[in-house]
């Protein structure tokens, strides 16, 4: 699947083009351009770098369509509106895990200085949210995490460095 992130003039509602690997085509709408970060692009970074295989972005990949999305072009396989609200089911307590995981590399990204205590205060905190949060907040590796806030960071210096029109494009998963 490919997601292209045009840099839109400030204020504009933000939107992407998700092009599935079954050859159907959306616009996903997201928040109001503007040079910072895209969500949407942090939550694609964020689930790429720590291989979260049953996020956001592996649902829409796997058939998922949310209500800010819009079909563009391609032909949806049959039943696919029925496929999609069956796996909107399963991929409820995933998305969250997702969410949680996506503001806590953002939070680490933000930080001056990371440093391993740093990153574990903020995964505790982050992640208490999540019915498993004192088992999960155990098992985040600071390093991963760290790992993944410096892609953000570079990533969110290439959207800045993008003139209106200009765009950024990933392929998911990463390749």
């Not at 895990?97 to 990204?109: G, K, N, P, W």
């Not at 933000?110 to 205590?117: F, P």
């Not at 004192?134 to 570079?154: E, G, M, N, Y």
Request: aromatic share 6%; net charge positive; hydrophobic share 45%.
């Amino acid at each position: 699947m490919r997601v292209t992130f045009p840099r839109l003039p400030d204020h504009e509602r933000a939107w992407a083009l998700v092009e599935r690997d079954d050859g159907v085509v959306y616009r996903l709408y997201g928040g109001t351009a503007g040079p910072r970060l895209p969500h949407d692009i942090m939550h694609l970074v964020v689930e790429r770098e720590l291989r979260i295989s049953d996020g956001i972005w592996a649902g829409v990949a796997a058939g998922v369509v949310f209500d800010s999305m819009q079909h563009v072009s391609g032909r949806r396989p049959p039943h696919a509106a029925e496929r999609s609200r069956a796996l909107l089911r399963c991929f409820r307590e995933q998305g969250l895990r997702a969410e949680l995981l996506a503001d806590l590399v953002s939070s680490a990204a933000a930080l001056d200085t990371l440093t391993q205590e740093k990153i574990r205060r903020l995964a505790a905190a982050k992640l208490s949210a999540l019915p498993s949060a004192d088992r999960l907040s155990t098992q985040v590796d600071p390093v991963v995490i760290a790992v993944a806030a410096r892609a953000l960071q570079v990533e969110a210096a290439r959207w800045a460095r993008l003139r209106v029109g200009e765009e950024l494009s990933y392929d998911w998963p990463g390749k």
